[in-house]
């Protein structure tokens, strides 16, 4: 009966690569079922509400006339209202600090008070007018990127205005924390070059270890569709390596969870090769569009699955995601 089934569905559907119908070759897998209906139920966990926090980023060092804009991040709060002291002297009472800051150290405290509760944060603000003291420390900040921080007299702290730049690419300026991720790089030897106020603070070489891999980013499917719609989906690699990634194969397994009971009855299988130049740091999108029909052989194609998609690379599978869907 499922031959003749896959005969009607290929009648049904235009030619498709064979990957992107997956999703519809295991509905068949409803006409071979007498009818019964078999349900699983997940037993419900309440989540932990997340306790209520407030932060104002990292400790920092300015350049002298540099005006700082702050701004509170709260999480779990309701109808909070601020109060910012510097130096023990009120500053502001919106969400956000503006204000330039005279020579020397200061101490920024913010009072974020919520119903019966009051969080505190507070940070230390630098004012400097000399580039001595300030510095970069760097180190892997993954497999084919190389990551710096500022440090003032030893200490990390975010130091606004430093710019680096790696090899001929254009400079590019730390974060508010002080740390810098260079964008993927090939494996190999590297030089840069860190800059603040016009001087040069840091230069150097760093090299990278050669790392063949990559990974399943996202399986993009709708949580539901409707028989009778369409499936427009995607699989999204990434190389997070530092060489050129040439081919892979991918192997998805689609199960049908309402008839999982019945083992290799209630799923497809299904393997395809690729042949792909995917730089470190590239991503490579695997396109799944097929139209769902309203009925196969007369029944509605309803049911819920999971999609399972693992990365494969010289026989060797390497990576792994599962999705859900359910057609209504």
Known sequence: MLKENTR???????????HSIILI???????????????????????????PSVSIGCDRVLWKNTELELAASTRNISKPLFEWTVDGKLAGKSQKLSQKFNMGEHRVVLNVSFGNMT?????????????????????AASKNQWGFQTLYKGKLVGVKGVMVSVDSLPAAEVNPCGFLSTKPLFAGEHTW???????????????????????IDRVDVAPSYTAGGTVDGKIVLKNTGSTMVTGFDI??????NNYA??????????SDRYNADIKPGETYEIPVRVTIPEKVSGIRPSGRYTITVTLIMKGQAIDTKAVNTEVK
């Open 8 to 18: 009607i569905f290929k009648t049904i559907l235009p030619k498709t690569k064979k």
């Open 25 to 51: 070759l295991v509905i068949l897998i409803l006409t071979s079922v007498s009818g019964a209906v078999f349900l699983l139920h997940k037993d419900k966990i309440p989540l932990e509400k997340p306790a």
């Open 119 to 139: 969080l505190t944060a507070n940070r230390s603000i630098i004012v400097v007018d000399s580039v001595d003291g300030i510095s970069l420390r760097g180190s």
């Open 193 to 215: 070059r860190a800059q603040f106020q016009g001087s040069v603070i840091g230069s150097g070489t760093f090299n990278l270890k050669e790392v063949s891999e990559i990974k």
């Open 251 to 256: 192997k998805t397994v689609a199960v049908n």
């Open 261 to 270: 009971w019945m083992g290799d009855k209630a799923k497809r299988e299904f």
